[in-house]
Structure formats: C-alpha cells, structure tokens
C-alpha cells in the first residue's frame, strides 16, 4: 500500500510537472528581461520592473528604476553603490532559499565578480538556473562558481567560440607585473585598462604585493573600497586624484576603466604604456583596433572549454544561451544530443566590450555612494524558507 | 624561430615607431648573416611562394585541432584571419626546438611546395610542435604568404642602420632591383664600403608624392612650382647603364612585360636614369601613334606627345608576363618621363627639379630624331600664370585620359622615399552617387570581428541594383555604428555576408566606370570609396543606374550596360 502510494504520487506529480512544462516554461526571455511567469519576477531586468532578482552588479545586470531588488549578500554594498539612494535592495546569503508565489528562489556563486550569482529557480520540482556572468577560473576576490544540477541551464555565452582559451590567470599576473618593471626601468609608469568594477580588484589582487605603489582612477577607487569592505584582501592602493598633479609616476601601476586610457584623463601619464585586460585581447584584430601598447587575455567570463564543463555538470538537458557567439555553441550542444537554443536578451555580448559599461563616462567625480554594509531589514517581500535547497535534481 | 617570432610580437605590440626601430635594430644587431637576411627580406613585405594551398592548410588544422569544418568557419570569421585562427585553436604545448628562422624556411617552409597533400598536412602537424604555442601564429604567417606588421620597408631600414652603421638611404638604393635573401646578399648590403660601386642595373628610390587636401594656394606662389598632369598609368623608371631596364615602384623588373621600351631605351646614352609613368598609346589606321587631338580647353603644349589609350589598355599589358607580337603592335607602350636622376653616369638627384627637367627635354629631342620609333618621350611641364589657371588645366584633366595634375617645387632635389612638401598629387575630384549599403561582412586585420567591407547598389525600375564593393572612407566610430546596424538589421545571411535592411545611404565616390559582367548593375566602379555617410538622406532617394550610366557617358563612353540577367 504505501509502495503505490509513492508511486501514485511520483506519477500524479511527473504528468502535473510535464503538463506545467508543456505549458509554459519557467524563465523566459520577455520584453523587459529574463521573466518566470510562475514567480512574477524578473531576472537582471534591462528595464524597470517590480520585482528584480539580480546576478550580479555590472550595468547591463543590474539598471536603475525597479521597485525591488534581490541580490546575494556580497552583492549588496556594490548594489548600494551602483543603485540610487533609497533603492529598495533586500539581501540573501548564497545558497538561502526565498519563496515568490510558490516559486522557490536561491542564489550561487557564480565566480565571475564580488558578489555575482546564479539564480536557481524551482517550481513543482522543475529546477532552472540562470547563470548570469560566470567564470570557472580561480579568483581571489570572489567566491567561486558553484556546479549546480538543473533540468535547464540558461548560460551566458560571451566567449563562445574555441579560439577562445584563458592563459592561467598566475601568468597573466606575472607578464604585468614585468610590464610594469618594464616602464618602470624608463621612468613611466604602466597604465591599465581593466573594468572598474571586478577586473580591477581582481588584477590587483593576483599580482599581490608586486603590483607596485597603485594608483586608481575615481571610477576604479569607488568599487576597490566597497572590495575592501567585503574584506577582499588587495594591496594597497592610492586615488590618483590624492595625489599632486605634478606627481613623479615612475614605476608606479595606474588602473582606470578602458575608456579613461585615451582621454584628457590620461594625458598626465605622458608616454606610459597603456595595457588592456580582456577576453577580447586574444584576437590580433581587437588588440590593435583599441590601440593600446599591450592586450593581455584576462577574463571574468567563461571561456570556450569552461563553458562546455559548467554547462556538462549542470546535467541539464536543456540549454538555452544569451548573449555573445551563440551560434556555434548551440550546434555544437546539440550534436551532443542536447536540448540548445539561444535566447534574446540585451545583456552586451557580441558589441566588442567585454563588459557592458567599460566605455560608458565613469563617475569620477561622484563622491562614494552609500556603502553601507549593514543589511537593510527584511521588508518581507519574499518568504524565506527555512532550509536550503537540495541543489541535487534527479534530471 | 623564436626570436623572429618575439620581434614580431615586439613590432605588433607597439604602436611607437622609436619601440619598434630599437626592437629591430636589436635583433638585427645580433642575428646571424642567414638569419638578418631572411628576416629583413620577409618585413620589407616579400613573400614566399605559396608553399601549402589553403585549403590544405585549413584541413590540417581542422585535423590537429578536431573542429568541424562549421565551427572553424565561425572561428575563422570572428578572428578575421587565417593563420591567427590556427595559432589561437593549435593544441598548447608545442616546443621550440631551436631552429633559426632561415633553416625553419629553407628546411621546413618552402620543402612543401609541390608535396602531396597528405605529406603536408602529416609535415604540417609536425612542424606546430616544433614551435612554441604562442609562436605559431608567425610560422603560420610564413605558411599563408605574407607577414604584414606594420612595419615599412624605410622602418625596417632603419633598424638594419642602427645595428650596422650603414646609413638607411644607402641601405635602400643597395635594396632596389630586387634583393634576394642570402648571407651574401646580407654581407654586401651592410658593408661599409662605398656605395656606388658596382651599381649595375639598379633604379634609385623612387621619390613620392602626397595628395593635396584642399586648393594649392596654401602652397605659396605659384611661380615657384611645376604643374605636370598625373598620368594614368604606373610610374617606372628606366636604367640605362650597360645594358636597359624598366622597374615598377614595387622594384619589380619590367624588362620581359616592357620590350617595346627597353629597345628604344637601348638607344639612350650609357649613364641615364629616368624617371616616368609607363602608358599604352592608342594606334592609327598604319598601326603607328598618332597625336593627342586638341580639344577646347587644352592647348597643343598641355596634350601628351601621343594620344594615349586608357588604363584598361594598360591591364591588358600588365596582364602578360612576356607579350605577343599582335599585342605590342595593337597596344604598343610609351614611357612619358618627367624627371632625370641620372646623366653620364652622374647621380643628378641633388640638383634642383629645373634643372634635372631642361636636360631631360634636351636629352629626349635628340633621342627622338635619333631613334626609328622613338617610345620614349618628356611629359609637357603645364605652363599657368596663376593657381586658378592651374584649377582650370585640372578640371580639363579627364579629357585626355589624366587624373589631375601633379605639383612638384621647380628648386626641390629629388631625395628619396616619402619626404613631405616638395611633390604634391592634385587630383580630379571622384565621381560619386548616393547608394544604399546592402550586404556587409565582417573584416581582416584591425578590423576583425568588425562588420566593415560593404555592398552599395543603386535603384534600377524599382529594384536595388549592387555596383560596388567598398571598405575605406569611414571613421572608426562610423564603422562601430554601422557594425551595429548591421548586426541588427540582419534580413539574412549567407556565410560570412549579411543581407541587410535597405535603410542607410553612402556617397560613393569613384574613379571610372566601365561595363562589367560581374556586377548584377552591368557596370564597374574603379576604386570606390565611401565619401560620406548621408544620413539625412533615406534609401528611397539614393541614386539610379540610369544616372551612373549618364556619368560614363559624359566622359566619351557610349555605355549600354550589358546586362546578364
């Protein structure tokens, strides 16, 4: 009796699971961003909505105007600084569950920035994750990515292609810190172009004590503060704007975004080499078309094999993709044997810019935002669950 | 290998002409006679014969790397390149084993010429292991042809001038006529003894002009300057020493394409060097030249010495290797000369332009009462009493088949290479048409990944007709903007081409215009460029076949497009 009892159950729950499935799916790409109909809510929405579950703080994920956030807890000092004051920002530590409408909601690491996060999304035992940005390479600054087994994977796909294949990240590193000796030996400084928020702490903290004496744009100083606020060890770091104008910049490591490395900004540089540090920097062609001294291939995103191994250890057997070289990938998903598909999205991929923002104006004169760590009381918009979820499917 | 292979990462890296003079002075100051020689000859832009078809090549990589033939294509079209695109899906891991750039060619390179197909690609597989990971994208430049960094002959020049002492200007004219790479040839170019010596059959550097941006009043008084035309056709220069020869600019040895012009030259005194543009004349009913006809606007003294044909007539010259006899008697060449650099076996280059030209005149008049068929003659000097007039004998300019009008200081010497200021090209402003951009693929080189090489066309009863095919004209933001219409405006693709909505408008400007079989309009376009991205204009008012053709047509031509279909 109690045999067909489970049985029943197991059936009556697998026909209501493949009806649910037949008739609508989970997460879907909607006008405004990635939206789960079941739940009401959006993912890293492009334009306002009411209720924004957010992966991660980079400027095509996470866009003013909405009603309410949910972020990952490391998220929310950044989200603080990048949202306008009064946002309503409620925060989840990584792995704790909330429910939306029945709809059960957790947050991963997604090892792509401070804070960053896969969205697990489960309904009627139907698991989905949303991947955001991700990286399977080690970061010091960053929790990292967590494998999770989902029925689908919607995974970012920015660097979709073979050619692309990170160089380890120590060695990156390393080739800095000899370009910086390098200028150093003829009295210059070595400027670098990183992404402000993420690509910069992360440099900095892989080359450690030899980064030099650093100096950081405004726009870079901002986000290396809420960095040591989370506790992110780095090394020590100087504003280029509390620094004498007429500075002596021999040996020393300057880090502004990519779009400050050509402008009035820089002049006071003079003739220091200027560096870039991107994915896009594997090919010739982008090297040379940003016209900097050096391109040096490091990423925050997946590359090539890290995506087929992330996307192989979700077990998904379905995959859909959003934004960058989707194509290829897709097809090859599927000789696989594998459910693939792509999905619209407006998160910057195929543009040029690794990351989305890198040449939007910086804030440099902004004074800091409000960085406040202290977590804003729970305004009981999601109910949380008490345990966390079993991040385990049988798929 | 890898050394050569570190300079080139070296001269890709910088963008600072003083890096990349001191990385190549560097290594040319340490690398073996064998080595600089190969290394010089392949920066100055030579390139090897072919030594494995691309298709090959292709196919061994996919087999090394084991890509499907889709998935390398897709590769292939976001990197623009094709040996980049090996390099970066190359297993890592390969090792340098040491072996110098002259032995990698002599040994490894050019051994696969010819070979099977099975024999290079198992060759192939063994010689990306030979060399390190991050190096292969060189060897696989040296496989595919050229090497192409950025680098100019006079740059690499300097580099040798810096290691060896010998001065850049003597390095080059020791280069012209077709250096060949070998320890010798290395050894010669940079010794220290004096470089006239044994001068033989080589031409002096050519001297270039620049392209005036606006009027040429900037340019002082017009009494201090020469105005010729500016010949349609290639510039050359012939050598009389103990023998004659033609070269391209390209120091190419025209001497078997060109035997028309080096028998007359035969007849020119030892010890001449001429400076000119090579050009077919058209014949008469004898099969001789005939003379320019006068038109309105031109007089007797401003017409070339003989009508001449049009650049297409010129092709078809260019086109043979050796010509028949029925060619170079319905195409016969004539070389028109504007300049003389060298007399009785004295270098006249130092002396002012005035000069060099009144000898030069006098040397050709009594080399054409002196030779049968005289081939050779001296270009008219314009004369103008003002820079308006000069504007005037511009506008003439494609009455007799010229592109406008060159502007040389009558006190300059002739130096050499590309010195600023003294020689100026005034050229005819183009044809345009206002067309609509309708396919686009991505491009090479910067602009890999970029969606900048562009089909224009053109209404024709209703329907876009393409014409043209352009790359250049726009600026980098321009061409970011117009990437990101295309990526979004995409109505189909078809391989690397995107077919895209018929929205934005370009002035295409152009040289000439001539019927072709090729384009779906009937017509060719000669050098189309972008002149401007016409953004208040929509695609419904861009410009027709019919008013293309109106434009062939006021140049002479009786243009009927033949159309196929």
């Not at chain 1, 879907?28 to 209720?51: H, K, M, N, Q």
């Not at chain 1, 090394?235 to 009035?264: C, F, I, M, Y």
């Not at chain 2, 007709?465 to 903007?481: C, H, N, Q, T």
């Amino acid at each position: 009796m109690p045999i067909l009892y489970v049985v029943w159950t197991q059936s009556k729950a697998f026909v209501l699971n493949t009806l649910h499935a037949i008739r609508q799916p989970l997460v879907r790409a909607a006008d405004r961003g990635l939206f789960c109909p079941a739940g009401d809510f959006w993912i890293d929405p492009w334009r306002p909505v009411a209720r924004a579950v957010i992966t991660h703080a980079h400027a095509d994920h996470l866009r003013p105007g909405c009603e309410s956030y949910l972020v990952a807890r490391e998220c929310l000092a950044l989200a603080r600084a990048r949202l306008p004051e009064g946002a309503r920002i409620e925060a989840v530590e990584y792995g704790e569950a909330v429910t939306l409408n029945g709809v059960r909601i957790s947050l991963h690491p997604a090892g792509h920035v401070l804070g960053s996060a896969q969205v697990r999304v489960e309904h009627h035992g139907e698991v989905w994750v949303v991947s955001g940005d991700y990286k399977l390479d080690p970061d010091p600054t960053c929790a990292p990515f967590e494998p999770l087994r989902c029925h689908t994977f919607i995974s970012e796909c920015t660097f979709g292609l073979p050619i692309y294949r990170w160089p380890a990240s120590a060695a990156v590193a390393a080739e800095l810190v000899r370009l910086r000796r390098e200028a150093a030996a003829q009295g210059l400084p070595l400027l670098l172009g990183a992404y402000a928020l993420g690509k910069a702490q992360r440099a900095l903290a892989l080359m450690g004590d030899d980064a030099g004496p650093v100096a950081l744009h405004g726009a870079v100083d901002r986000i290396t503060h809420v960095y040591r606020g989370a506790g992110v060890p780095l090394p020590e770091t100087q504003a280029v704007a509390d620094l004498p104008r007429k500075h002596d910049w021999a040996g020393w490591l300057v880090v502004a975004p990519p779009s400050a490395l050509n402008g009035t900004w820089a002049r006071r540089f003079g003739r220091a080499p200027r560096v870039l540090a991107s994915g896009w920097m594997t090919v010739r062609g982008a090297r040379r078309r940003r016209g900097v001294d050096a391109g040096l291939v490091l990423s925050d995103h997946a590359d090539w094999p890290g995506l087929l191994r992330a996307i192989e250890a979700t077990g998904a057997g379905r995959v859909l993709l959003t934004h960058g070289h989707t194509a290829p990938l897709v097809r090859v998903l599927r000789e696989r044997g594998l459910d693939a598909g792509t999905l619209r999205t407006e998160y910057a991929g195929e543009e040029g810019s690794e990351e989305p923002g890198a040449d939007a104006p910086t804030h440099d004169a902004e004074a800091p935002g409000a960085v406040d760590d202290a977590a804003e009381a729970s305004t009981g918009m999601y109910d949380r669950a008490s345990d966390t979820p079993d991040t385990a499917v049988d798929a | 290998m890898k050394r050569f292979a570190a300079l080139y990462r070296a001269l890709d890296a910088s963008n600072r002409s003083s890096a990349k003079e001191a990385a190549l002075a560097a290594y040319f100051a340490d690398a073996a006679p064998a080595d600089a020689a190969w290394a010089l000859w392949l920066l100055c832009g030579e390139r090897l014969p072919q030594p494995v078809p691309v298709r090959v090549l292709k196919a061994a990589a996919m087999q090394v790397n084991g890509l499907d033939e889709a998935l390398f294509a897709d590769c292939y079209e976001a990197v623009g390149d094709l040996a980049e695109t090996i390099a970066l899906l190359l297993p890592t891991g390969g090792a340098d084993d040491g072996t110098p750039l002259d032995r990698w060619i002599a040994e490894r390179v050019i051994p696969l010429r010819g070979l099977e197909p099975a024999e290079q690609t198992a060759r192939l597989a063994v010689a990306w292991g030979q060399v390190d990971s991050a190096d292969a994208f060189v060897l696989n430049k040296l496989l595919t042809g050229g090497l192409r960094v950025g680098v100019s002959k006079a740059l690499a020049l300097r580099g040798v001038a810096a290691a060896s002492g010998v001065p850049a200007t003597t390095l080059a004219a020791r280069m012209t006529g077709g250096w060949t790479p070998s320890p010798q040839n290395w050894d010669a170019l940079v010794s220290p003894a004096d470089v006239q010596a044994g001068r033989g059959a080589q031409p002096y550097p050519f001297r270039l002009a620049h392209p005036l941006d606006g009027g040429p009043e900037t340019l002082g008084s017009h009494a201090d300057w020469l105005a010729e035309w500016k010949w349609d056709g290639i510039r050359g220069q012939v050598v009389r020493r103990e023998s004659a020869h033609l070269w391209s600019r390209g120091d190419e040895d025209l001497d078997a394409a060109f035997p028309d012009l080096v028998a007359d030259a035969l007849r020119l005194p030892t010890g001449t060097v001429l400076d000119g543009e090579v050009l077919v004349a058209q014949t008469g009913a004898d099969g001789g030249l005939v003379c320019a006809t006068a038109t309105t606007a031109l007089d007797e003294a401003e017409l070339p010495p003989v009508a001449l044909a049009p650049f297409a007539a010129l092709q078809r010259r260019l086109g043979r290797k050796s010509p028949g006899k029925a060619l170079l008697a319905s195409h016969p060449a004539v070389f028109l000369a504007f300049d003389l650099l060298e007399l009785d076996g004295n270098d006249w280059r130092e002396r002012p332009l005035g000069e060099r030209r009144a000898a030069m005149e006098a040397l050709l008049a009594a080399h054409a009462r002196s030779s049968p068929q005289p081939r050779l003659f001296a270009a008219p000097v314009l004369a103008t009493t003002d820079w308006a007039g000069a504007g005037t004998l511009r506008a003439a300019a494609r009455d007799i088949g010229a592109e406008g009008l060159m502007l040389k200081r009558a006190a300059s010497a002739y130096g050499s290479g590309r010195t600023r200021g003294d020689w100026w090209k005034w050229k005819l402003d183009p044809h345009s048409v206002d067309a609509v951009l309708v396919y686009a693929q991505a491009g090479h080189g910067r602009r890999a990944g970029l969606f900048t090489d562009y089909t224009f066309a053109v209404w024709d009863e209703g329907a876009l007709v393409p014409f043209a095919k352009a790359y250049s004209g726009l600026s980098d933001a321009e061409i970011r903007e117009v990437d990101r219409f295309v990526r979004r405006n995409t109505l189909e693709t078809f391989g690397p081409v995107r077919q895209v909505r018929a929205e934005l408008v370009f002035e295409i400007g152009f040289e000439g215009i001539l019927p072709s079989r090729r384009h779906k309009a009937g017509v060719a376009v000669r050098f189309p460029r972008m002149l401007r991205w016409r953004q208040d204009k929509p695609a419904a008012e861009a410009g027709t076949l019919a008013e293309l053709i109106a434009l062939a047509n006021a140049q002479g031509g009786t243009l009927e497009p033949d159309r196929v279909g």
